[in-house]
């Protein structure tokens, strides 16, 4: 099939037809595909089931610093805990606090104590303040998104370019307006564009001027051993970057082991300067006693070391990737060639951007749902969850059985097309 | 040994040279003895052990509702730990959420809400008004002192009575003071008095007039079944008193197994009306994708039910009990008598509560530390730290061995006799 730009009227009206044909046979089969999250599959899950078990009645319950984990204390986790999980996020140990088991958590209750009482080098609490901003590179993360809407942060968005955010904007906005306090960062197989930044991009991130004295970076390393290729995107170091460039309290890093242990009952961490640590640690400790420290000795008993993780993402990668591929497939096969849509190809991560023509990403979900296929809502990537070409799609492949992926993504192809020819028949009409 | 205040100088300091010499013996024997926080024991840990090898691989991880555990999602818990855990807060199930590993984490995000969002009957967030205040009934407990502190919260220190606060001076400020939008209580077993809230306090709590329409009831029931005779303190039902009283929204109450499983690993949660959890509902659903969800079934299947958690506490009372026995009786035997402390006689809960002569507080827990016995800090079970009569002592007997304990307990004895002839002798000089 060639480029639909060049199809005349009649070929097109002719096309749908037969395309609504297809889409109403699946219509009557009453498909119920849900592949609206990025959620490990059971067969994922199933890799780390020996991790429950490891620690059981007989045991030792000892941390290595002689702190028994099943008692109170031990705010920022346990020590071996913090050796293990620093290499994944490239930081040295003091670097790093061990949380609870979720990481957005982490994220929003950073944000919450820099409204309540600023960060470590704000002048006021941010909440004082008449207006806070954030810049959202999109598209992104909805539920970074929704965190801002909740405290009532003023989201400003920023394109994302095929290296990172768009840095000339990012850098003109952040030295002109003192209100942008902070920028949300997937810097790793981003969400939901599989992006990794540039050494480039981090080091204009690390560097820029601000405005703002007390600007943050929010950098949700969440996919950061979630290679899909023997080929690891490589990401300069911004801990190192922003000590280096004279910023050392600037960024926040944030990373979990949801999508590699268990998605509700893994470990979530931040690491900062220790400037931050500090501040963050004096407000912690009036927040909570303290983490889940038996899960965290699971999880260091379960994985050893930075290696044992990396073998065990190799397990999520090879059930992943033949999904990511069967996906790619059926993308490539039904609608390459045609013009109407374009698509990434992650190298790691738990997404694939479909961009469809301008207006059209509404009315394809729309389609889809119709057809029992449930695909993340339209906008949900844009700050407000409004897509000002509404035109984005994020594909959740991880989920499905490989069957229910491929039909998810046949009824997904032909909303694509079918829409893209009302579209083109509308225009062409006008 | 007749009462301090009948025998002359001579005999007191005949009487303190013999003191010193038997607390000089025990300083010379450099022990290291911490009764300071209100810790489970490793052997009451123990108890809960099996718990920990009852989920693992192999086994179905799916809670009653279909929801696999290990996954992302069920923002309030599952099912099965609604119903465990409401009738041990004495709700229905539809009124509780099951949260993470800390109450006090929950209490403290509860009232981070209602500075960033008010509660669901706010005009205002509270961090926007020029003062908020909350009623603080002392001795209490020192962490949700902090949380106030940490919010900038200003505390009005109540009087503890018999039988609860003191609810005239409950009454009369809340009707006054529209900055007043809450009050903290552990109503069963308090900390450190272990005080049961009669049915007229609870009562009175519930239908009092408060000036502030979103005044709050922060009821931290955390010793809802941590008896230690067979006579459990019943303690009137707040949530229906409160609706009963027209007032639905009054109150929030919080519970957890911290002290009935695992200290750091534990379930807590919270429980109000539909209103309250409505509104927490919406706000919890941009702050975290879901709590723990195994270590909740891990909860349910070793406990069952509400008679599986009464089984266990009995086995934790038999641990706890001996350990305030001995406690009462050195204090019964040394101080008995001497008019110069009084202490609580608790039938649950975590403390006895030691008062001194006024002004010998401070001094008794420095004295004691010298000889190598950590006390709670002086002043801990009063708002900023100041007890006013600089007479409160929170003793924890949980934690140490019964030999380790009885140590302690005779060098804290000696200690309050010392100061006390100190200051007797000090003010009959004068």
Known sequence: MSDFHTLSTEELHEYRFRLQEQYNRFRSQKLKLDMSRGKPSPEQLDLANEMLGLIRSGDDFLAKNGVDTRNYGGLEGIPEAKELFAPMLEVHPEEIIIGGNSSLNMMHDTIARAMLHGVCDSEIPWAKLPVVKFLAPAPGYDRHFAICELFGIE???IDMLPDGPDMDTVERLVSEDEAIKGIWC???????????????????????????????IFWDDAYAVHHLT??????????????EAGNPNRV?????????????????????????LDWTRK????????????NQLRHVRFFKSLDGIMEHMARHAAILRPKFER????????LGGKSIASWSRPQGGYFISLNTLDGCAKAVVEMAAGAGVVLTKAGATYPYGIDPRDRNIRLAPSYPSMEELTTAIQVLCLCVQLVSINKLLKDGSK
């Open 327 to 334: 996906v790619l497939e059926i993308l490539d096969s039904e």
């Open 155 to 157: 989201m400003i968005t």
């Open 283 to 294: 407000l912690l400790s009036a927040e909570t006693i303290g983490p889940d420290k038996i």
């Open 186 to 216: 997937v810097p790793r197989y981003s969400n939901p564009e599989g992006i990794t930044y540039s050494d480039e991009v981090v080091d204009r991130l690390a560097s820029m001027k601000t405005k703002a004295g007390d600007f943050r």
């Open 252 to 276: 926040f890093l944030f990373g979990s082991t949801s999508k590699i242990s268990f998605s509700g009952s893994g470990v979530a961490m931040m690491a900062s300067s220790q400037g931050n």
């Open 230 to 243: 023997d080929r690891p995107a490589s990401l300069k170091n911004i801990l190192t970057a922003c000590k």
